[in-house]
Structures are given as structure tokens and as C-alpha cells.
């Protein structure tokens, strides 16, 4: 079993930075797509940034030029540098892979990680 453990949330000021981490453990082959998601309160989730397993990026118009993915393959871990927050950013951060087992593949998401940005 294949499990996903966000880490790096918190509390922030309006201009601040934060660097969300996702680290995959358990018995899989490998791991292809990653991505975060956020969910605000009351709102649905939505994606936020996806990254190949060849390290292509794509962000949501929202956060482009603000946040930057990054993946490394060697530790099985997707971040999040979240720069320029702004409180609108606030959510419920998920950690989704596209994950390989003995016999097939499948979505995982983490538990989440809470970010709150402060006017």
C-alpha cells in the first residue's frame, strides 16, 4: 500500500513564503505523474500544479509566476514553493500521484496540509 505524507503548511503573512513537501512510501514500481491540489473552505477541490515523471510542469493560471513545482525521483518527493501568498491562497493543500504497483496503477492523495495566509 502506497501512502502520501504532506508536510510544510502553516500560518503566513501576505507576501510570504511557504515549501509544501510530499514524500511516497509503501511497495509500488514507480511513480509517474504528481500534482497538488487545494481546497478552500466551502469550494471544491481544485488542481493547483502537476509535474511529469520527466519533470514537465503546468500550473493553474492563478498561481503561475508565484509557484513552482519540483519533483525528486531519488526520494519519491513532490514540493511546492509557494511564493508571493496572498490570502486567497488559504486551503487545504493535497498531495495526488499517479502511483505504479505489482499489477496496476492507481490515483493516491495525501491526508492534506493546512496553509492560512493573513491580510
Known amino acids: 500500500q502506497v501512502q502520501l505524507v504532506e508536510s510544510g503548511g502553516g500560518l503566513v503573512q501576505a507576501g510570504g513564503s511557504l515549501r509544501l513537501s510530499c514524500a511516497a512510501s509503501?511497495?509500488?514500481?514507480?511513480?509517474?505523474?504528481m500534482a497538488w491540489y487545494r481546497q478552500a473552505p466551502g469550494k471544491q477541490r481544485v488542481p493547483v500544479a502537476g509535474i511529469t515523471s520527466g519533470g514537465n510542469p503546468n500550473y493553474a493560471d492563478s498561481v503561475k509566476g508565484r509557484f513552482t513545482i519540483s519533483r525528486d525521483n531519488a526520494k519519491n518527493t513532490v514540493y511546492l514553493q509557494m511564493n508571493s501568498l496572498k490570502p486567497e491562497d488559504t486551503a487545504v493543500y493535497y498531495c495526488?500521484?499517479?502511483?505504479?504497483?505489482?499489477?496496476?496503477?492507481?490515483?493516491?492523495w495525501g491526508q492534506g496540509t493546512q496553509v492560512t495566509v493573513s491580510s
Open positions: 495526488k500521484a499517479l502511483v505504479k504497483g505489482p499489477s496496476l496503477y492507481e490515483y493516491v
Open positions: 509503501g511497495i509500488f514500481f514507480s511513480i509517474n505523474d
